[in-house]
Nanobody
Framework: QLQLVESGGSLVQPGGSLRLSCAAS????????VGWFRQTPGKEREGVACISEDDRSTYYADSVKGRFTISIDNAKKTVYLQMKRLNADDTAVYYC?????????????????????WGQGTRVTVSS
């Protein structure tokens, strides 16, 4: 059973950068797509980035495209989310989640209920 633990969330100033990590245990990322979601109170959970372990193809939400980069290090069993040019709209709890092949829906659609392994979340606050 794949277990995920996020880290790296903190308070950062607007325009700053932050890197989130998602460490796996209990299994490897083989045959998984791993994504980052975020949620703020009163809003639906939003899928922001996802990567396929198979071919390293990626998906980014329009709101983060060009600012966020997702990557995977199989040797370390860790997925990273590098975030740059952060703004107040990026303030949220960020969750790492994994969806295993065969996928119920295309993983690039980032349908949260189809991701069956979740971390506990890490908080990112963008504020001066």
């Amino acid at each position: 059973q794949l277990q995920l633990v996020e880290s790296g969330g903190s308070l950062v100033q607007p325009g700053g950068s932050l890197r989130l990590s998602c460490a796996a245990s209990g299994a490897t990322f083989d045959y998984y797509a791993v994504g980052w979601f975020r949620q703020t109170p009163g809003k639906e959970r939003e899928g922001v980035a996802c990567i396929s372990e198979d071919d390293r193809s990626t998906y980014y939400a329009d709101s983060v495209k060009g600012r966020f980069t997702i990557s995977i290090d199989n040797a370390k069993k860790t997925v990273y989310l590098q975030m740059k040019r952060l703004n107040a709209d990026d303030t949220a709890v960020y969750y790492c989640a994994a969806d295993k092949w065969p996928f119920v829906t295309p993983w690039m659609d980032m349908v949260s209920q189809d991701f069956n392994s979740w971390g506990q979340g890490t908080r990112v606050t963008v504020s001066s």
